[in-house]
């Protein structure tokens, strides 16, 4: 009877695993990068990006691809889309990008001012078919326009990255005050008569540089500053 139950068991393990083997070969779609998505976003701001999706199963697809997200602020089980695109002719083997639309709202309880780690995954509407998932992090800020005025302003701000210390300069208008924020969005340092500035006791990693000029005129750059 043990050996009728072991065996029994060895046969449902083997089933089993051969489910699972045969849904690994279901799936058509392996998506490898996110493409033109900046680090850094602005808190509900919509942005034009693409995924690179390749082809990995043994037949030709032509249709729609749908991607799935789920980001970890976001309830289990729950799931939204960027959006989807069309691929014509799409053989074996082949990648394309797939570009897509989408405002990443903070409104909505998807999105948090701050780091959010995002997994997305192809989808096929027809057949309805997946193979893999790709994780990526973007940063939400509340600030808007980061770099606004990049074209037009003469603002320089060196080094970058900054381990102890950054310094703002420009030939063309008086800087009035500078501000660094975090990627929370909190005011962590302030200054109105250094335009040298102490970053050396902040934790390294992204912050925003704001310049604020005698004529109003704010001008902002992302910098790296701090240390480990």
């Known amino acids: ?66 991607f ?13 889309s960027f959006g989807v695109g069309q691929v014509g002719g799409f053989t074996p083997g082949d990648t394309a990008t797939i570009p897509v639309t989408y405002t990443f709202s903070i409104s909505n309880n998807t999105f948090n001012i701050g780091d959010n780690v995002v997994v997305v995954w192809p ?53 009035e005050e500078v501000r660094l924020y975090d990627m929370s969005g909190r005011l962590v340092l302030v200054s109105k008569e250094h335009l040298k500035i102490f970053t050396g006791h902040l934790t390294e990693g992204i912050y925003i540089a704001e310049a604020v000029f005698s004529n109003s005129v704010i001008t902002r750059r992302k910098i790296i500053a701090g240390r480990n």
């Open 123 to 175: 989808r096929g509407i027809n057949p309805n078919s997946t193979l893999d998932s790709l994780t990526f992090h973007v940063y939400i800020t509340n600030l808007n326009g980061v770099e606004e005025n990049e074209k037009t302003s003469d603002l320089k701000v060196f080094p970058n990255p900054a381990n102890d210390f950054v310094s703002f300069t420009s030939e063309k208008n008086k800087i």
């Open 68 to 80: 799935d997200f789920f980001v970890d602020s976001m309830t289990p089980g729950t799931s939204q």
């Open 1 to 66: 009877m043990k050996k009728a139950i072991l065996l029994f068991s060895t046969i449902a393990i083997l089933t089993a695993y051969s489910n699972k083997a045969q849904a690994q070969f279901m799936g058509i779609f392996s998506i490898e990068q996110v493409v033109g998505l900046p680090d850094t976003l602005n808190a509900n701001g919509q942005y034009s990006f693409g995924f690179m999706v390749r082809n990995v199963g043994n037949s030709l697809y032509s249709g729609t691809i749908n």
